[in-house]
């Protein structure tokens, strides 16, 4: 007797909630009705006020046995729900999803391709120190078929002690080296009055870690004709990440390369935690090119051949990777950074493991 009574409660209960999921519905179809006469009329979406009521009316009018507190719990998601569908999707709004473009962008810089399938090496200094450190560097960037020059003219520092670049100096002695070399030049601009200054000397704006959410430097990143490599905060998640993309693509901008540069965990064999997830979920979620910074993410030179083939093999179009004629010396970031005989090691390593495949090395410089 008691399964039988069991058993007629369950299909109540199955009864019960097929009404519920038809009042849900129903009330979404009204709900879109309403967000389209909002729409017309030009009225903002959201009314808190009209929201307040319904959670005082729902105070009011509830005689348990659920606490007043949960059904207001249940009612704010299924607003929050509404709300949703007023305003659309919201990621298949965004530029930079790949439900609103399918196809892989191909950001074109000084003649070469980044995210059409062939995987790029950018290398170079932390830090522009001077024209005949740059120049070796870059010469041996050459010697192994590169073609992007990265190099620090501007360096926000955590300490404001540190070395702070030379700047403009600095992009001056990138530009001369990327005209005599023929290679395009990468280099992190921190404020926006800087960009337009930074046209003439740079192929990539790079914007740092510490600066992708200083919004008005995305905005006007975005209102420029130059690529952009975003890399992604310290903290920041990959919605904030994609986020802060749209920033960029929404001012006009479509030039934009991801760099995953490690995020700040409690680890610390490491100086930031390499969230390698983030490349196929960033190929996934958006059409933008993405780039992994080994040097930064690990800031061990021991750790950049393999986690430079973990980029690889998981799908990164670009990985990063800083050299210094004499890292001991260097006026940042000395105990990451790779010598010359390291960094030709490096470059054989990846090749023969059949992981990158970009071009032939050639021995003209």
Do not use: W
């Not at 389209?36 to 009521?53: I, L, M, S, Y």
């Amino acid at each position: 007797m008691g399964n039988v009574e069991l058993e007629q409660l369950r299909e109540q209960l199955d009864d019960v909630n097929l009404k519920l999921l038809e009042l849900i519905n129903k009330r979404a179809e009204l709900v879109q009705e309403i967000g389209n006469v909002k729409k017309v009329q030009g009225v903002n979406r959201f009314d808190p006020v009209r929201e307040r009521d319904m959670l005082d009316l729902i105070a009011e009018k509830n005689e348990g046995p659920f606490e007043t507190s949960t059904l207001q719990h249940i009612f704010k998601e299924i607003f929050k729900a509404s709300l949703e569908l007023q305003e659309d999707d919201h990621r298949k709004a965004l530029l930079v999803s790949r439900k609103k473009q399918s196809e892989n962008t191909i950001v074109t810089i000084k003649g070469e391709t980044v995210g059409d399938g062939i995987q790029r090496v950018i290398a170079g200094p932390c830090s522009v120190e001077s024209y005949d450190q740059v120049n070796e560097v870059a010469k041996a960037i050459k010697k192994q078929g590169l073609k992007f020059l990265r190099g620090g003219a501007y360096k926000p520092r955590t300490s404001p002690y540190d070395f702070q670049g030379l700047g403009e100096e600095g992009l001056k002695i990138l530009k001369q080296i990327g005209d005599e070399l023929d290679l395009a030049v990468i280099s992190e601009i921190v404020t926006p009055n800087d960009i337009e200054k930074a046209l003439d000397y740079i192929d990539v704006i790079q914007i740092g870690a510490r600066n992708m959410q200083n919004f008005e430097l995305l905005k006007a990143a975005g209102s420029v004709n130059k690529p952009v490599l975003l890399k992604r905060g310290l903290s920041a998640t990959i919605e904030e990440f994609i986020n802060a993309a749209e920033y960029i693509i929404s001012n006009g901008n479509g030039q934009i390369m991801l760099c995953e540069r490690g995020i700040r965990t409690y680890e610390k064999a490491t100086r930031n935690t390499l969230d390698i997830s983030a490349v196929p979920i960033l190929k996934k979620e958006t059409h933008l090119p993405v780039a992994v910074d080994v040097t930064h993410s690990t800031g061990r030179r021991d750790l950049l051949l393999p986690t430079a083939k973990a980029a690889l093999a998981i799908g990164a179009d670009i990985v990063m990777a800083e050299v210094h004629p004499d890292p001991a010396v260097a006026l940042s970031d000395s105990a990451q950074q790779m010598d010359i005989e390291q960094f030709e090691h490096f470059m054989d390593e990846l090749r023969a493991s059949g992981l990158y495949k970009d071009v032939t090395k050639s021995s003209a410089v």
